[in-house]
């Protein structure tokens, strides 16, 4: 694992314009991902880790506005703020240098399209001079190389935009062009463990259970190689041994092609079974980042702690956290935990902790461990 | 030790209408064959993967659906369960089995007896947002089945209503609000004070902590336990999530594609699982200690469509240890010891 | 329980309901073709209620158009607005004013009494077919689609032509329709004891009444009465076809299966909790409805199927000016005699279009919201 960052976010602000007030979904976030590592990203519901991942694809839905901060990505083009790419420099980052996973894998997939096409479509809007090429020379190999079909290729790899290729691209056939695009989804599908990866190739997605389809969704997110994949959930709704596969399948991929992944989940068994680095979000904040290790054995945030101890365990009755997730729209002083917080003092209560490394590469913002100067 | 329910090779199968008459041309066989009994006082927990049939088993003993085949006895006392069971082996027409039958096996029952077996056994969903009426007031909402089981009306109702809110954690505010204005644990008491409000005896609970948060959850399963203390309540608790069941149930039976493969005591099962799939499922489960990983998923492939199920043992495809038997004939639940009951050659064979 | 604290019940009750109501008015003041549309229908209602005082009724039937005896012995022309005639009159010098006044309660008893009547058979149909399913579900839907596919337009002609003027209704008669419908029912739902009863002494009474009231009314229906009979009949399965989507999507939600866990019956479940949730699309249709069967009707007595001639009805009066349409120049001569009342039809669906596309947008968006 090198020390190389990814992604950086710094002090992210983003704030929701509801027609109930204005919700701080996040309030001054920092994470960092790093080469070849896997962080898990954990956090209750509206903890704003969504958001958070979201935000790195510019992804934010309206009514939300990104307010704040500032976001790193390591990418192929030379702005590396994302909240300062425009619009042309983020489509090509999307699919290509990072890209996401969801939850529900079914409600991603197009059903009127088969998996085929599906990944074929990011496979050509990212790649698509490679399979020009390829096409042009496996046409010259069968002695075709004179022929309308070849001549639209050559004229596609030269002149992409132009009139004349764009009306003439419209006759004559693709065959080749799709042929080649099909061998490449069906060595993606191969690499995500999909048996049969021909037969898959022309299933709909209702064909597909949850865990082919998520493995589908996991294919059309690797198709063009990118340094980062956001995974928001993808194992929450299935089943315990296909998530088992799935976990498996993820760590797979971080070997073989050394990818760095942000895996979001609030179950902390994913957390602990998966992840080298765990970033703790409550209300809006990062509370705690730390080597995973660490972070299970000895955890510095009260919430972190809360939240292991609140694990079942046999014999001993359900632990809970007393209180409520407080609500976002009315913005609360000082630390956002204080009001479950069991060692909450009078400094909690008027200004936020800072978010400063307590040991290395362990950070945690609390005032249990000094800085309430 | 009495039983509240026995349930005696119950089938529920859902015909799939095809073709242009819409024939049924095939059935999703959700339960095939499944027979279980609940002590009165215990909480049974139910565990599988989706497509096991857990909730149709759930619903089906709820008689929310009518089973396709077999008895469900419902506080019968065993005598009178043991004479069905051997009246239906020497004298199946006899007239003392049918009266028998009657009284006591509620997959009979209709009208007036189901309603008032609805007063007995109630059931707790998994979504809060869809089970409870987005236009009623939680008044209405929880005062529903005082009034469709005639037990109170108006002034008395609204007492009732307030005490079982009170109980789950609801103040009188509630009465007169919507169940959207609530968040997701607080809908979750409002559809347990509704399944309670009529003092059931059995209740069904339905994944009741999946739709909620994690930090929630932990107080709902406490309300359960105080609840079940309280009322002398019994609970069957369907769950895919086997940390909790393995919290909260006495007794626990794990169904794969419509049957059951093992069932003991809560300890029996987690410390010694005996059956390949009970060893797989919980072996996937992740471990929250970084320092026990585990290398390889514990089972491949997935679950087959309960449409049409493999022959002999359901699980023989995906298991380590078939053998020809296997593929053939479907193995019984037989106890391997302790009272711990599995459905598996293999296992069977190295006791016997 | 007192009268008194029952009703202090309901006025508690009724709080978060108006708090939601309050919530849906913001939105449509919000939206200004909205508040337009609802603009117009309360002009309109007011001229309705205020035609006695705009206009004086004629004292032997207010809907009967006067004519100017003066002037039609000069000319049976039509003359322009003039001060005694404010929007003037046409063909044998009817009174435009007084007719669109007037015409306007016409209009909200046409469109009103149609809509109704098609929306509670649409519902109970729909409600039916929807919740029982199966062989049910296919002949009701089947015969509705008879009825879709029926000529509405001849339908009425015949009923207008063929239909008596006065109808005996006998009281056995209206007994054995009721007595076919229950039957009909019975076999669909299993009815509780009570109910059994009720029915039973009903069929009971049913036949012994005609020993007892061997009597008959006389039920007199004009021409629009007719109409709109003939309207009603061909116009009810749009509802049933809405309804019956919205029950089959809400019939499998798990609120309505907690109802019967909870022993309600199948009755109960459908008021307490199938009406509430899928009403409302029914309610956006008909209020969308109601400009188009003025419309429609409008038409009717356009063609001389509708009203009666001196009938103070929009439609009917614009049907005085049809002698001139092949004529240009009369045409716009006399342009006030269908200008006038085509532009009251206009502003009547305009506004009753406005309402249901300003109903559309309030009731779904907060639903999927909340």
């Not at chain 1, 980062?228 to 760590?251: H, S």
């Not at chain 1, 609140?310 to 956002?336: A, K, N, T, W």
């Not at chain 2, 390949?276 to 087959?304: C, F, H, M, N, W």
Request: proline share 6%; charged share 20%.
């Amino acid at each position: 694992m090198s020390q190389k960052t990814l992604v950086e976010v710094k002090d992210l602000t983003v704030n929701f314009y509801t027609y109930a007030g204005v919700v701080e979904a996040l309030d001054g976030v920092n994470v960092s991902l790093r080469e070849g590592e896997i962080l898990g990203l954990v956090g209750e519901t509206g903890s704003g880790k969504s958001v958070t991942s979201l935000s790195v694809m510019m992804l934010v839905p309206p009514p939300g506005r990104i307010e704040g901060g500032s976001i790193y990505l390591e990418t192929s083009s030379d702005e590396k703020d994302v909240l300062l790419m425009d619009d042309s420099t983020l489509r090509s980052m999307r699919g290509k240098d990072i890209s996401m996973i969801f939850q529900e894998p079914r409600a991603y997939l197009n059903p009127v399209y088969n998996v085929e096409d599906q990944i074929g479509e990011i496979l050509l809007v990212h790649r698509k001079p490679e399979f020009l090429k390829n096409a042009v020379a496996s046409l010259e190999n069968k002695k075709k190389s004179r022929t309308f079909e070849a001549n639209n290729y050559r004229r596609m790899l030269r002149s992409p935009k132009s009139l004349s290729t764009r009306f003439l691209q419209r006759f004559g056939s693709k065959k080749n062009l799709k042929a080649e695009v099909r061998k490449e989804v069906v060595k993606v599908l191969k690499s995500v463990e999909i048996p049969d990866p021909d037969r898959v190739a022309d299933m709909y997605p209702h064909e597909l259970s949850g865990g082919m389809a998520q493995r589908v969704l996991i294919a059309m997110a690797l198709a063009c190689n990118p340094k980062v994949l956001i995974a928001d959930e993808p194992t929450t709704n299935l089943d315990v041994t296909v998530q088992a596969q799935i976990l498996n399948l993820v760590r797979q991929l971080k070997k073989d092609y050394n990818s760095s992944i942000l895996y979001i989940t609030h179950d902390l068994g994913v957390v602990a079974q998966l992840c080298d680095r765990v970033a703790v979000m409550y209300a809006g904040n990062v509370v705690e980042t730390g080597d995973v290790f660490e972070i299970f054995s000895g955890a510095l945030h009260p919430y972190t702690r809360a939240l292991l101890e609140s694990i079942p365990r046999p014999g001993q009755g359900f632990r809970s956290i007393p209180g409520i997730v407080p609500s976002l729209i009315e913005p609360i002083s000082g630390c956002r935990f204080r009001d479950r917080c069991a060692y909450a003092m009078e400094i909690c209560q008027k200004v936020k902790p800072p978010f400063v490394e307590l040991k290395k590469g362990h950070f945690a913002a609390c005032y249990l461990y000094g800085g309430s100067q | 030790m009495s039983y509240l329910l026995q349930v005696r090779n119950l089938k529920k199968h859902f015909p799939i209408a095809g073709g242009v008459l819409k024939r049924s041309v095939a059935s999703v066989k959700a339960v095939d064959g499944v027979t279980l009994d609940v002590l009165k006082g215990e909480c049974f927990g139910l565990v599988g993967e989706s497509g096991c049939g857990k909730t149709t088993l759930g619903k089906t003993v709820l008689r929310l659906y009518k089973p396709s085949m077999g008895h469900i006895f419902f506080g019968a006392p065993n005598d009178a369960v043991s004479e069905i069971t051997n009246l239906e082996a020497t004298n199946p027409k006899s007239r003392r089995l049918r009266r028998l039958r009657e009284q006591y096996d509620i997959s009979m029952y209709r009208g007036r007896d189901l309603l008032l077996l609805r007063r007995k056994m109630q059931i707790v969903y998994q979504d809060p947002t869809t089970s409870l009426d987005p236009r009623m007031l939680v008044k209405d909402i929880v005062g529903e089945p005082l009034i469709a089981q005639g037990i109170a009306k108006g002034e008395e109702a609204k007492k009732m209503v307030v005490e079982m809110l009170d109980r789950v954690g609801l103040s009188e505010r509630a009465l007169y609000r919507f169940a959207h204005e609530f968040s997701g644990g607080q809908r979750q008491r409002v559809a347990i004070a509704r399944a309670l409000v009529s003092r059931p005896d059995f209740v069904i609970l339905d994944e009741p902590t999946s739709a909620v948060d994690v930090s929630v959850r932990a107080q709902l399963l406490n309300l359960f336990t105080d609840l079940q203390k309280e009322y002398g309540l019994t609970y069957m608790f369907i769950s895919h999530d086997l940390s909790i069941v393995e919290c909260i149930s006495h007794r626990v039976a794990i169904m794969y594609l419509g049957k059951i493969v093992e069932y003991s005591t809560t300890e029996e099962i987690f410390q010694k699982p005996l059956h390949p799939y009970s060893q797989a499922l919980i072996a996937s489960v992740p471990v929250p200690d970084p320092s026990q990983r585990k290398e390889r998923a514990p089972l491949t492939g997935e679950v087959p469509s309960p449409v049409d199920p493999p022959v002999g043992c359901r699980f023989h495809p995906r298991c380590p240890l078939a053998m020809s038997v296997c593929k053939q004939k479907e193995p019984l639940l037989i106890d391997a010891g302790n009272q711990h009951y599995v459905a598996c050659y293999a296992v069977n064979r190295e006791n016997s | 329980m007192s009268l008194r604290s029952r009703l202090e019940e309901l006025r508690i009750s009724m709080k978060p309901r108006i708090k939601e109501w309050k919530f849906m008015l913001m939105r449509i003041r919000q939206n200004s073709l909205a508040l337009t549309g609802l603009v117009i229908i309360l002009a309109f209602v007011t001229i309705a209620a205020l035609s006695p005082v705009l206009a004086p009724p004629n004292p032997m039937d207010p809907f009967k158009i006067p004519r100017d005896a003066e002037i039609n012995v000069l000319t049976p022309n039509p003359t322009p607005p003039t001060i005694k005639h404010i929007f003037g009159t046409t063909d044998q010098q009817y009174d435009l004013y007084y007719a669109c006044i007037w015409g306007t309660i016409t209009a909200f008893r046409t469109g009103l009494t149609v809509v109704g009547i098609s929306l509670i058979i649409g519902l109970l149909v729909g409600t039916v077919a929807a919740y029982y399913g199966g062989l049910l579900d296919e002949v009701l839907m089947r015969f509705t689609d008879i009825i879709i596919a029926f000529p509405g337009l001849v339908l009425a002609m015949a009923l207008v032509i063929a239909f008596p003027a006065k109808v005996p209704i006998n009281i056995s008669m209206i007994a054995l329709v009721l007595f076919a419908i229950v039957s009909f029912m019975l076999l669909v739902v299993r009815p509780s004891k009570k109910l059994l009863l009720v029915v039973q002494a009903f069929l009971i009474l049913s036949v012994l009444s005609i020993f007892f009231f061997p009597f008959s009314l006389d039920l007199t229906l004009s021409r629009l009465d007719k109409v709109l009979i003939a309207i009603t009949l061909v116009g009810w399965p749009g509802y049933t076809r809405v309804i019956r989507g919205e029950v089959l999507r809400v019939k499998n939600e798990d609120y309505v299966e907690a109802s019967r866990a909870s022993g309600s019956s199948d009755f109960g479940v459908i008021i307490r909790h199938i009406w509430p949730n899928t009403v409302y699309p029914l309610l956006i249709v008909a209020t969308l409805d109601i400009g188009s069967i003025v419309l429609s009707a409008a038409a009717l007595s356009f063609l001389g199927i509708g009203a009666d001639p001196d009938y103070a009805d929009w439609g009917q009066i614009i049907q005085r000016s049809s002698p001139w349409i092949n004529r240009p120049t009369e045409l716009v001569a006399n342009f006030h005699t269908f200008v006038i009342p085509g532009v009251f039809i206009t502003f009547f669906v305009m506004g009753w279009n406005l309402l249901g596309d300003a109903l559309r947008d309030v009731l779904d968006p907060t639903l999927r919201r909340r």
